[in-house]
């Protein structure tokens, strides 16, 4: 096997270790269930959601810009640092704030890690001419992203049993894995290249390449506004079954293994997403919210193996739409802003969050 081929296949499976790592936090999967079960209400987790993509909505594109400007592997590195710093203080810090403020830390780790891992990872494919694989690659990592969140929430009794504390420790150990698995990383050359450029060129040839594409390709905002609807309601349904569940009467015990089956409709998506490169975006679209609206009025039944189902077909119309959209994104945008640009996906995402959360917690508290 030549030298670089070797070198792909380590760049993507050291992504793909990181992106089971940074989902396997079973604090991070169970932090609705870890608030209530200290005390919190339904509307602070609103609030606190409310919070997180408030941050999100201040820091995503400044972190995109970073991760364009400084370095995609400087940016997945950093995310871990704020993985840590939301942990520590969620540990051993009290009050109602220090969750505001952990939670606000979580959502930089998201900041940063969001734009940077695709853009890493398709411009590596692109510097080997492979970036035809790129498809199949997003479904793979989609589908550690809900099995290593899945098995999260599985146990998530088990941090409950564990205590929030030690729940938090353990996420930081994680993070101190995830940190040495990326150190290993290779940057990419678009970033490498602009190492001799002054610090003001990279952020001005960053920022004004970013508005310029944004300003010459509109339908992108509609591509993006699609995906994040979708990506909204899958995940505070996904969120709040977590409190609502148990009120139907299900033994504690099943509560994990109900909410990884609402994973798996996730695996599902993700397995359909590459076979159905046909289906345009705007069909597929109808397809996915027909399905996520579904989802979410099975919630209102009180029945939980209706419930469940409507999970699982709102996590398998939320992988499926994110999959088609990011490759399409990804095959849009120049490298040299790649990550900026992907980072405005998550961006309108937060927007739309900041609206739905509260209404969320009010609806669901009901």
């Not at 599902?268 to 975006?281: Q, R």
Request: hydrophobic residues 50%; contains cysteine.
């Amino acid at each position: 096997m030549s030298e670089t081929k070797l070198n792909i296949r380590k760049q993507l499976g050291l992504l793909y270790i990181s992106n089971f790592l940074f989902n396997s936090s079973i604090a991070g999967a169970a932090w609705v269930l870890l608030l209530v079960s200290d005390g919190y209400s339904l509307i602070q987790v609103g609030f606190a959601e409310t919070v997180f993509h408030i941050v999100s909505l201040m820091a995503e594109i400044p972190s995109g810009m970073f991760a364009d400007v400084f370095g995609r592997k400087k940016s997945l590195l950093l995310s871990c640092v704020m993985t840590m710093c939301s942990a520590l203080i969620r540990g051993f810090v009290p009050g109602f704030a220090a969750v505001c403020i952990s939670v606000g830390f979580a959502a930089l780790s998201y900041n940063f890690i969001s734009g940077s891992d695709s853009a890493i990872a398709y411009d590596s494919l692109k510097e080997e001419g492979q970036e035809s694989r790129y498809d199949k690659y997003i479904s793979n990592q989609t589908m550690i992203y809900r099995i290593s969140n899945g098995l999260a929430t599985l146990f998530a009794g088990v941090a409950v049993i564990m205590g929030n504390r030690n729940a938090q420790i353990l996420s930081i150990g994680i993070s101190a894995v995830n940190m040495i698995c990326l150190l290993f990383l290779r940057e990419n050359k678009v970033i490498l290249k602009k190492s001799g450029d002054t610090l003001s060129k990279r952020i001005t040839d960053v920022y004004k390449g970013s508005l310029e594409f944004l300003k010459g390709n509109k339908k992108v905002a509609g591509l993006i506004f699609r995906n994040a609807l979708v990506g909204g309601i899958d995940v505070l349904l996904l969120f709040f079954l977590q409190a609502k569940l148990p009120m139907t009467g299900i033994p504690d015990w099943t509560l994990g293994p109900l909410l990884f089956i609402m994973s798996l409709g996730g695996i599902l998506g993700a397995l359909a997403a590459p076979k159905m490169k046909k289906a345009t975006l705007p069909k597929l679209f109808i397809f996915c919210i027909s399905l996520a609206l579904i989802g979410l009025v099975s919630e209102f039944t009180g029945v939980w193996y209706l419930m469940t189902i409507g999970g699982f077909l709102t996590a398998f119309a939320d992988d499926l739409i994110q999959i088609r959209s990011d490759v399409a994104l990804n095959e849009m945008v120049p490298a040299e802003q790649r990550a900026t640009l992907m980072s405005v996906n998550a961006f309108c995402f937060s927007c739309i969050m900041i609206v739905m959360s509260p209404l969320a917690g009010f609806i669901f508290s009901i």
